[in-house]
């Protein structure tokens, strides 16, 4: 049978969550939800559930490499989400493995805290994917959290955001989306900042619920899929931005667990997306 079709793909480069609610599981069930075909690429092992991570066992370098290489040495990938990278070793092999197949789309979160407050990351790599990362990707998705640690400065409002987010442009970044979810107030504020563009405020009101576990993982894939479907980044930011509102209140009165219920990324499923194989989309 001629092989004349081919489906959309995203790979992601993240840790795995037992749970199933964040990580490379949450990245997964959004990538097949908008219509995505997904690959994966485990970086660590986290022992957790809807109460918080209880254990990491980091996958050593060499089992990430092969992972990515035979992905990319296989299939066609229109975009990269990167999660967790736990070592320095997993961050250098993702930076050489980047050079090699130079993705037209890198959606970088960078997943350093979790909700429960765990440390996810060794000290050191925080420097260097600030310094060696940040350039290669598309657009970097903090929290306000990690956006502490890689600004420097203490986030306590929507002016340190913009103050923030700035500092991270002046860092290296092509784009930043400054998630302010964790602030005090009734909206879900983010701002988008591109150089040489004025930020643009991205705004919806927060849904009162506590199944919000994996909402950053959910978000920086669904921007990723958006991409990868053809959308330019403001555009695949204000529709990843709807698809996780309406995930959250989809999933706002289910119970999972006796903590952080995930959303539900599957509120209204898409088939995959499928394009002539000769097909080359324009990034």
Do not use: W
Not at 150 to 157: A, D, E, K, V
């Amino acid at each position: 049978m001629q092989q004349s079709k081919k489906y959309i793909s995203c790979l992601t480069i993240a840790g795995s969550d037992s749970g199933g609610g964040a990580g490379m599981q949450a990245d997964i069930k959004t990538f097949s939800a908008l219509g995505v075909y997904g690959a994966s690429a485990i970086t660590a092992i986290t022992a957790q559930n809807t109460c918080g991570v209880e254990e990491v066992f980091p996958i050593p370098s060499q089992g990430v490499k092969a992972q990515i290489e035979a992905v990319f040495n296989d299939m066609t990938i229109e975009a990269v989400k990167i999660g967790m990278l736990h070592s320095v070793e997993v961050v250098q092999v993702v930076i050489e493995m980047l050079e090699r197949y130079h993705p037209p789309i890198v959606i970088l979160d960078p997943v350093m805290v979790s909700t429960s407050g765990h440390r996810l990351i060794e000290e050191n790599s925080i420097h260097l994917i600030a310094t060696q990362l940040f350039s290669r990707a598309t657009v970097i998705t903090p929290n306000v959290d990690e956006a502490i640690l890689l600004s420097g400065i203490p986030i306590q409002n929507q002016n340190d955001l913009y103050t923030a987010g700035e500092i991270l442009l002046q860092k290296g970044c092509k784009a930043v989306l400054m998630k302010g979810g964790h602030l005090q107030g009734e909206s879900m504020n983010d701002i988008l900042f591109q150089a040489h563009l004025a930020p643009q405020l991205f705004s919806s009101p927060k849904i009162d619920t506590r199944n919000t576990h994996g909402t950053g993982c959910t978000l920086s894939s669904a921007i990723a899929a958006f991409m990868a479907l053809g959308h330019p980044l403001q555009e695949a930011v204000s529709l990843a931005k709807q698809y996780i509102q309406q995930a959250l209140s989809e999933g706002a009165n289910v119970y999972l667990g006796k903590g952080h219920g995930g959303v539900n990324h599957n509120f209204s499923p898409c088939k995959y997306v499928k394009v002539d194989r000769i097909q080359k989309t324009d990034f």
